[in-house]
């Protein structure tokens, strides 16, 4: 693992008029920054700023010879404040509520500029850190060349607010909270088609309990003891915030004068952000920008297919990091 790396930002100040101290931490990998074009990474809710390497949460993707090549490119990975990747309990964040996935997009901005680089060949981000990619790309219209969220959307819908409410009310009320928020998380990540193929309403041998209820079970126990209340907290709470400041003409003033190339990547069976919103988002665009890309991955296992089905994003990635660039 890329050793972790601090930036101390002071008098941040959040969209709610707070203003703070943040320990923002990230990681390098690939080759030394200012040698290549610069890639940024936006992790997930419960993921990291470790996303390449043997460890590494995206090293399918991102490695030597892969998609997302070290060979080729810097790619730098940032820790939403507060997810206790560091372990260090002084980093948490007790006040949840007061952030927002601007305030994320502002303050990874601020950790650019701390390492003198204001232009960016691209920023990924699946689910959560994809729209914190969309955030950045509100706040730059013209400091990002490919702008990629996968699995994910500009705005919060409905739905993901609703869901948001149900995550929070379990991690406040349940005796056993980041396990029990996580058995009903685990149900909006995949699909009934996805466990079907799975587990086939199976019991596990010698015992009267289902397949599907020993794998919940597990991820709710894998996740309790890797992860911090207070960071499930935040990051659900985050979902609920993306976009909450913006409308349907804000994004269309954006699409007019931005330069990104924006390259949008669902998952045909996603229940957490539904390919149709992307389809919308993507019409919507259309009318203002000619720099768009819209793809979906098929598969039967729903959000959680951008972290399954490496073959079919490899091989949407590989047009627009095989390209020609510059630093």
Same mark, same amino acid.
């Given at each position: 693992?890329?050793?972790l790396q601090y930036i101390k930002i002071s008098n941040f100040l959040l969209q709610n008029g707070e !203003? =703070?101290? =943040? #320990?923002?931490?990230?990681?390098?990998?690939?080759? /030394?920054?200012?040698t290549a074009p610069v890639v940024l990474v936006n992790h997930a809710l419960t993921g990291n700023s470790n996303v390449a390497g043997e460890q590494g949460w995206w090293s399918d993707i991102i490695g030597e010879e892969k998609v997302i090549?070290?060979?080729? @490119?810097? !790619? =730098?990975?940032? #820790? =939403? /404040?507060?997810n206790g990747f560091?372990?260090?309990?002084?980093?948490?964040i007790e006040n949840y509520k007061s952030f927002s996935t601007k305030d994320i997009a502002a303050l990874f901005w601020k950790g650019l500029e701390f390492l003198n680089i204001n232009q960016l060949?691209?920023?990924?981000?699946?689910?959560?850190?994809?729209? !914190?990619a969309w955030e950045m790309a509100f706040l730059k219209p013209n400091a990002i060349q490919n702008l990629i969220p996968v699995a994910t959307n500009w705005k919060a819908s409905d739905w993901l607010i609703g869901n948001v409410l149900v995550q929070d009310a379990i991690l406040n009320n349940s005796k056993n909270p980041i396990h029990d928020a996580r058995l009903h998380a685990m149900l909006l990540y995949r699909? /009934?088609?996805?466990?079907?193929?799975?587990?086939?309403?199976?019991?596990?041998?010698?015992?009267? !309990?289902?397949k599907?209820?020993?794998?919940?079970? %597990? %991820?709710g126990e894998k996740l309790k003891s890797r992860f911090q209340l207070s960071a499930y907290k935040l990051m659900n709470h985050l979902l609920k915030t993306i976009g909450e400041n913006m409308s349907v003409s804000d994004l269309l003033e954006f699409a007019q004068k931005s330069s990104s190339k924006i390259h949008q990547i669902a998952v045909n069976s996603d229940y957490f952000f539904a390919p149709n919103e992307n389809i919308n988002t993507h019409n919507l665009l259309s009318n203002s920008s000619k720099n768009l890309t819209y793809h979906e991955i098929n598969s039967i296992h729903g %959000?959680?297919?951008?972290?399954? *089905? @490496? *073959?079919?994003?490899?091989?949407?990635?590989?047009?627009?990091?095989?390209?020609? %660039?510059?630093?």
């Open positions: 693992m890329n050793q !203003v =703070i101290k =943040i #320990n923002l931490s990230y990681q390098v990998f690939g080759l /030394p920054l200012g090549d070290l060979k080729k @490119y810097s !790619v =730098i990975a940032f #820790n =939403i /404040p507060g560091d372990n260090e309990i002084e980093n948490l060949f691209a920023v990924i981000g699946g689910s959560l850190g994809g729209a !914190v699909t /009934p088609l996805s466990l079907a193929s799975k587990f086939n309403i199976e019991k596990n041998d010698n015992q009267d !309990v289902y599907v209820e020993s794998w919940l079970q %597990h %991820h %959000h959680d297919a951008f972290l399954i *089905e @490496y *073959e079919s994003l490899n091989n949407i990635l590989k047009t627009i990091f095989n390209s020609k %660039h510059t630093i």
